[in-house]
């Protein structure tokens, strides 16, 4: 049996400093958490800003809302 992820993909919907909206595929609206070195961050902003124009999904933890680092794939020992 699979365990459940902790990990929901969303659309980035609304950037605004120091906010990030993003939309998940059920359609619930989730605020971002950004850590400081991310809001000091101005390439950081405008990455998220062509992402949300994109309309790409990224990753999010579930529990914690913020950005994964290592991409769709979640790793465990």
């Not at 365990?3 to 929901?8: G, K, L, R, V, Y």
């Not at 969303?10 to 359609?27: C, E, H, L, M, S």
């Not at 949300?52 to 790793?75: M, V």
């Amino acid at each position: 049996m699979l365990a459940e992820s902790t990990i929901i993909p969303v659309q980035i919907r609304k950037v605004f400093y120091p906010f990030i909206i993003a939309k998940d595929d059920n359609g619930h609206y989730h605020y971002l958490n950004i850590n400081a070195a991310q809001r000091k961050d101005t390439v950081f902003w405008d990455v998220m800003m062509r992402i949300s124009q994109a309309g790409l999904w990224l990753p999010i933890d579930k529990e914690s809302y913020q950005l994964l680092e290592n991409d769709w794939l979640e790793f465990k020992d």
